[in-house]
């Protein structure tokens, strides 16, 4: 598992060792963030969550739009993650380098998936979703 600072009132995953100013998501102060040694489930965790992984672990592609944009594109699990009102994904965040660049929010009746363009190249790209039941996943890659 990593640590990572979360937001005690939105939830938001900080992916810095320092707490920003505000929170970017429900813009809370500071003070609202704690230190979890075990914010994030990675690939790592494989051998302690059993076949859990192949439902939670984002799936991340990128797609050259143009020579300074790309579309990165997630789904949730290399399978399909169910989505029904008591077990659901409830959003995405994307971060470029560790800075938060924007998130998608869902419903038990959408899609775990989505994506967002932006200017990636050469930074690494790290994708996070929560789960209401499983708690929050990562994956990272680099473009």
Sequence with gaps: MKKALVCS????IHLKDTAPE???VCNASSKVFNLKD??????????????SHKKHLP???INNVSENVQEIKVKVGELEHPMMPEH??????????N????GIALTHNLKPEGSISLNAKGKKISVIEHCNIHGD???????
């Design 88 to 97: 659901y994904i409830t959003n995405i965040m994307f971060y470029a380098d």
């Design 9 to 12: 009132v939105c939830g938001y």
């Design 137 to 143: 996943w990562i994956t990272e890659t680099t473009v």
């Design 38 to 51: 075990d914010a994030l489930k990675t690939n790592e965790d494989i051998v302690t969550t059993g076949e």
């Design 59 to 61: 799936v991340i592609s």
């Design 99 to 102: 800075e938060y660049v924007g």
């Design 22 to 24: 505000k929170c970017p």
